[in-house]
């Protein structure tokens, strides 16, 4: 458990702890928030689509080998961006590799605990799971912001070179092979078929689209934010990063309240109080006047909501495919990436460039949620959802 939070923990630093410094990068090199921002896109959408070639394979060949051939390939693309920060067309070629080698590290932490724990012991595990991931975006733009305001942000690269370095020995000297099955031969042809039959599976896609769109609504407003408090608040770098420790722990809070509630509410009911607040987070930045306080209060609940559908997600999307893991967690985990990345871009460039209309897009997200709830519990894939939900309980 410890080496698969260790794997996956890799993958959402590369998203996180850069965030705070983007605004001195596009002061650094010149360029507008809309260039900066296509570091941010280049990352989440070689991480999204990578993903979609390491699931099978590790499904076929294995975890390890696919572990460290992934690691490698985000660790050249971090030594990328350190050599060459002072340019910009480099530094987004460096970024795409990180997110070409990170994809690895999504898939196969799941994947790694998939093929290592049953029933009672995969919730709890994909529980701790969750806490993790809750804590590592509370650390990394804390971190992120430090260096960046103390070391400059071409040290922040550095930083994130020596960690994954760090991450490769480990894993290399001790990752066992946790593939519950004998090996297999990497069928391309196969694979394609098995996505196709995936995409039109509606278990898979509406379990998966409960995170997607949380994730699309936390990645534009990470974007977003530096600017608002940095440019228009006058925050530092530093103290950016140290108050994004505030919605950051609403992840953990999210968590924590998760595993108590999991014991007298259904799967279904949570996921609605998790979508009803991110529609009320959404009202508040509506309605409430450009402030620390309201900004940080909104995004606060938004993470609390993520935090309680982010395990309800992956648990309804996996459980049912034990055979299928990597493929499930890699399709899901592609498309989730791709959407932030090149959905998530374009709102940040074109519409979504204040408080007020993040509020909106808050809205929006909340409303595409609870209509996928609703259908999915009540129409064509009722019987799959509550089966599926039954089996968690």
Known sequence: MLLAIMIIATGQVGVSIYLPALPAISESLSVSQAEIQLLVTLFLVGFGLSQLFYGPLSDAIGRRPVFLFGQGIYLTGTAVCYGFSDQLEWLEFGRLLQGLGAGSASVLGRSVLRDSYEGAQFTRALSYLSITASIIPIVSPVIGGAIAFHFGWQAVFSFVLVYLASIFIVGWRILPETLPYKKKRFEPVSVMKNYGRLLVNPQVISSASYNWFTYLAAVVSLSILPFILQNQLGLSVAEYGLVMIVPSAGLLVGSVTLNILTRYYSVSRLLMVSF?????????????????????????????????????????????????????????????????????????QSWVTDHRQLGVFFLFVSLVLVTVLFFSFKYSWNGEAKRAEASLS
Do not use: C, D, E
Not at 281 to 307: D, E, I, K, R, Y
């Open 276 to 348: 009803i607040i991110i529609a009320l987070s959404g009202a508040w930045l509506v309605v409430m006047p450009l402030t620390l306080f309201n900004v940080v209060w909104a995004f606060t609940w938004l993470t609390v909501a993520q935090g309680l559908s982010f395990p309800l997600s992956i648990r309804l999307l996996i459980s049912p495919h034990k055979y299928r893991a990597g493929a499930v967690s890699a399709l899901s985990g592609s498309i989730q990436m791709a959407l932030a990345g090149l959905l998530g871009g374009y709102l940040v």
